[in-house]
């Protein structure tokens, strides 16, 4: 079974920053796609950001420039680094893996960016 945990969620000011982190609970190295989604109460659950193992990287529109998305393959880790924190980014963040061809959650880290 497929195992990820996340951590680094928390509450934050706007403008702040947060890292989100999450570990697998095997190797990564040939991970095609992983990354993070996020939902909002009320909301779906929508795709943040992913990334492959060529380190190519996809955002939402309204995280570009703000959120990076990497990988370390030694710790079995991907990371989702959130500069310049908004309100509107309040929700619990997912990360995920595709492995043979299924894919795997984890159960949650919620963000709350508030005053």
């Known amino acids: 079974q497929e195992q990820l945990v996340e951590s680094g969620g928390g509450l934050v000011q706007p403008g702040g920053s947060l890292r989100l982190s999450c570990v697998a609970s095997g190797s990564i190295f040939s991970i095609h796609s992983m990354g993070w989604y996020r939902q909002a109460p009320g909301q779906q659950r929508d795709l943040v950001a992913l990334i492959t193992s060529g380190s190519r990287t996809t955002y939402v529109d309204s995280v570009k420039g703000r959120f990076t998305i990497s990988r370390d393959n030694a710790k079995n880790t991907v990371y989702l680094q959130m500069n310049s924190l908004k309100p509107e980014d309040t929700a619990v963040y997912y990360c995920?893996?595709?492995?043979?061809?299924?894919?795997?959650w984890g159960k949650g880290t919620l963000v709350t960016v508030s005053s």
């Open positions: 995920y893996v595709v492995r043979g061809g299924v894919m795997y």
